[in-house]
């Protein structure tokens, strides 16, 4: 995405996004979709939860 820099440590792992502010408010949906994949990404070793084990522990706090 124009306007976005990926900073990386001396391993070549990301640790820092840099975003010009104007690009952000030309193209704010793809800005949205960069941050989701980002967050999508440093999530990808996180334990997986069933969708239905997320409805019932939602029923068990009734909030479904």
């Known amino acids: 995405?124009?306007?976005v820099t990926i900073?990386?440590?001396e391993k070549k792992?990301?640790?820092i996004v840099q975003v010009d502010i104007k690009e952000i408010?030309?193209?704010p949906d793809?800005?949205?979709d960069l941050i989701d994949v980002?967050?999508?990404e440093s999530r990808r070793n996180e334990p997986k939860v069933s969708f239905e084990a997320v409805k019932k522990?939602?029923?068990k706090k009734g909030k479904l």
């Open 38 to 40: 980002l967050v999508a």
């Open 1 to 3: 995405m124009k306007g």
């Open 25 to 27: 408010a030309r193209n």
């Open 57 to 59: 522990n939602l029923k």
């Open 7 to 9: 900073l990386t440590d």
């Open 13 to 15: 792992r990301r640790k």
């Open 30 to 32: 793809e800005f949205e």
